[in-house]
């Protein structure tokens, strides 16, 4: 089965897990994210505290025009995208929102809904896969960067 397939029947399953645990009512997941919908992926933190993937945040667009250098600039004259710090808007609260001057990147990964996503994937399936190569299961975790590794790759990955 593709990565993709797999995915989605992980995600259908997830769905299904949290449906019947909360008596069939939609219960908000603390594991997944309020604009794609899915488990996050690489979550950051709004200066508003909310969280979303950093891929969601990318594809917001910037919201208020925007001064630099004494000179009035518009979201469309931004050829940098969202890495020149831009605003944008939350998309849970609808607060203005600047970004770093480094973009999405340079805001806070969120570890506490990292967490959320694999304590949510164990209730699913009882088992993780590899971060890295996806072939095997994680055995380990890595404290640093928080990714679930196996045995083989946690050798590779072990910092010095």
Known sequence: MSLCKERL????KRQAVLSKSNGGTAKKSKAVCGVCSRMY???KILPCLHTFCADCIRQLEPFSVRRV?????????D??????GS???CPECDSEVDLPPS???GLTTD????????AETLLVDC?????LCSDSDAGKRCEVCCVNLCDFCSQAHSIS
């Open 79 to 84: 050829t940098h995208g969202r890495s020149s």
């Open 69 to 77: 250098n004494g000179e009035r600039r518009s979201p469309e004259d």
């Open 103 to 105: 973009g999405v990147d």
């Open 41 to 43: 992926r690489d979550p």
């Open 111 to 118: 570890h506490l809904a990292l967490d959320e996503v694999f």
């Open 87 to 89: 605003t944008i808007l």
């Open 9 to 12: 029947v992980h995600e259908e």
């Open 127 to 131: 088992r993780v896969l590899c971060d």
